[in-house]
């Protein structure tokens, strides 16, 4: 991973002007000449640059808004404009040099960061040219802090299976447990099969050097007791209800839970606030072999409920639901679940918008605010109390598959809320992480999301 930067502030840069739409045309920086600018075209709209000459070359540029506010309390339409200046301008350092007062210039750097990932495992990418200076009043640290954990989040995301299997999941959390000093316990094999018997169940059909394993990260230091748990199936093929190719295609991001909350640990132990943080990833490849789990089994989950096995492509939630269990033992003040766990979520709310259920409502409106505020939107469904019926099979306690499929984002998450009791706050994110469609400051492929939601609202909460 190549870490995020700013230029440094003493950087020989070049000004850039940010430009709103007004009522009638663009609303012209004192000091900046319009007469070029319009000559050259330049209306300000989003993500236009117009490159102002000097006697050496470029002297400095002004780079469009579009119309900035968006009505009344109504979310913009685009994120991260200013991630399109990353790319559009010439090699060097650039500064913000005015702009408008409601214009975030934390954010728009943050999306400048975010611009310049690369993903570049495979093949050689450009380097990014453009750097931008971190605007006055914005704390370089903290977005630096951010970017690395979206950084990470998206490498982990965008390393095929063949790469990234269990081993190399626990791997990667051993050497951020390494950078920040946390301490590291897997458990995998007969212990895992005894302490974990449904993370250990859906990942058993897994090649070897690919067996299943729970690993758990402590970070040490005073602070709330904080819980997070990232689903990690590094492939999910479907199991022996095996899937479409339409559908496995994707599947190396079915660890996006894990790599999200991941990136949110790197996040917060490069700001010092990850103090008494706790961090459970089961690790497991849901394949098809001889071993597989079939429809139809019975397993005994860690916390004693029993578990029909009807969909064995139902398994994010059978595993997650041994580490919720571990979780909930010790009655951590917030525990939060991470998964790329229903199709369903994505017919509800798309690609880029992730439900997340949460009981408590000043949690929940505190998550919902903190996500609208930090630019990583999210949004509140249920755990709807009526559909705990479609749960309750026939011969277990539980049902990891209704028939029927209505609801399925809320009967996953009302599934998973069966093995929190004793937390004192539980809230579920079921994301996408992946950017189907380029957008400013976020490439197609694997992408953080709610991390900076539960990031700000994590004071509001513990
Ligand atoms: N990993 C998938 C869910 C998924 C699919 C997330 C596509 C993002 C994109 C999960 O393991 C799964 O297969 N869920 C099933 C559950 C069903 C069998 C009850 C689903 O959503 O179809
Ligand atoms: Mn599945
Ligand atoms: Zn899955």
């Known amino acids: 991973m190549t870490d995020p930067a700013f230029a440094p502030r003493d950087a020989d840069s070049r000004p850039l002007?940010?430009?709103?739409?007004?009522?009638?045309?663009?609303?012209?920086?004192?000091?900046?000449?319009?007469?070029?600018?319009?000559?050259?075209?330049?209306a300000a709209k989003a993500g236009q640059v117009c490159l102002l000459p000097g006697p050496q070359g470029v002297a400095g540029a002004l780079f469009g808004l579009g119309r900035t506010a968006a009505p009344g309390d109504r979310p913009p339409r685009e994120r991260f404009v200013l991630a399109k200046a990353a790319e559009a301008l010439p090699e060097g350092a650039w500064h913000l040099a005015e702009m408008p007062q409601a214009f975030d210039a934390a954010q728009g750097a943050l999306g400048w960061l975010f611009a310049q990932y690369r993903f570049d495992r495979y093949k050689t990418a450009d380097a990014p040219r453009a750097r931008l200076v971190c605007p006055a009043g914005a704390d370089a640290d903290a977005l630096l802090a951010m970017a690395a954990g979206e950084y990470l989040a998206r490498d982990l995301i965008n390393t095929p299976a063949s790469d990234l299997g269990p081993a190399e999941l626990e791997q990667a959390a051993r050497d951020l447990a390494a950078?920040?000093?946390?301490?590291?316990?897997?458990?995998?094999?007969?212990?895992?099969?005894?302490?974990?018997?449904?993370?250990?169940?859906?990942?058993?059909?897994?090649a070897s050097?690919?067996?299943?394993?729970l690993i758990d990260l402590r970070f040490p230091g005073d602070g709330p007791a904080v819980t997070l748990v990232g689903k990690g199936v590094c492939f999910d093929t479907g199991g022996l209800d095996i899937k479409p190719a339409s559908s496995m295609g994707l599947m190396k991001k079915d660890m996006g839970g894990a790599a999200n909350v991941l990136?949110?640990?790197?996040?917060?132990?490069?700001?010092?606030?990850?103090?008494?943080?706790?961090v459970l990833i089961p690790a497991v490849e849901n394949s098809v072999g001889p071993d597989s789990i079939r429809p139809g089994d019975v397993l005994t989950s860690r916390k004693g409920l029993t578990v029909e096995v009807n969909n064995t492509d139902a398994e994010g939630r059978l595993v997650l639901a041994d580490a919720l269990a571990l979780a909930a033992e010790e009655a951590p003040a917030l525990l939060v679940s991470m998964a790329t766990l229903t199709g369903a979520a994505?017919?509800?709310?798309?690609?880029?918008?992730?439900?997340?259920?949460?009981?408590?409502?000043?949690?929940?409106?505190?998550?919902?605010?903190?996500?609208?505020?930090?630019?990583?939107?999210?949004?509140?469904?249920?755990?709807w109390e009526p559909y705990e019926t479609m749960i309750e099979p026939a011969i277990a306690d539980l049902d990891n598959a209704p028939g029927g499929g209505f609801a399925g984002a809320i009967t996953a998450a009302l599934f998973l809320r069966r093995f929190t009791e004793g937390a004192r706050v539980y809230a579920h994110f079921d994301i996408y992480g992946w950017q189907p469609t380029p957008a400013p400051g976020r490439p197609k492929g694997g992408v953080g999301q709610g991390m900076r939601a539960i990031l700000a609202a994590l004071p509001r909460i513990v």
């Open 179 to 206: 950078r920040h000093g946390a301490a590291v316990a897997v458990t995998q094999g007969a212990d895992l099969a005894r302490d974990f018997p449904m993370i250990h169940a859906v990942g058993r059909a897994a």
């Open 346 to 383: 994505r017919v509800a709310l798309g690609p880029d918008l992730p439900p997340f259920f949460c009981d408590d409502e000043a949690a929940a409106e505190a998550l919902f605010r903190a996500g609208r505020e930090a630019a990583d939107p999210i949004w509140r469904m249920p755990f």
């Open 263 to 278: 990136g949110l640990a790197e996040t917060l132990a490069r700001m010092g606030r990850a103090g008494g943080l706790r």
């Open 17 to 42: 002007w940010l430009v709103a739409q007004g009522g009638d045309g663009p609303v012209w920086p004192a000091g900046i000449d319009p007469a070029f600018p319009r000559a050259a075209g330049f």
């Open 209 to 213: 050097g690919r067996e299943p394993r």
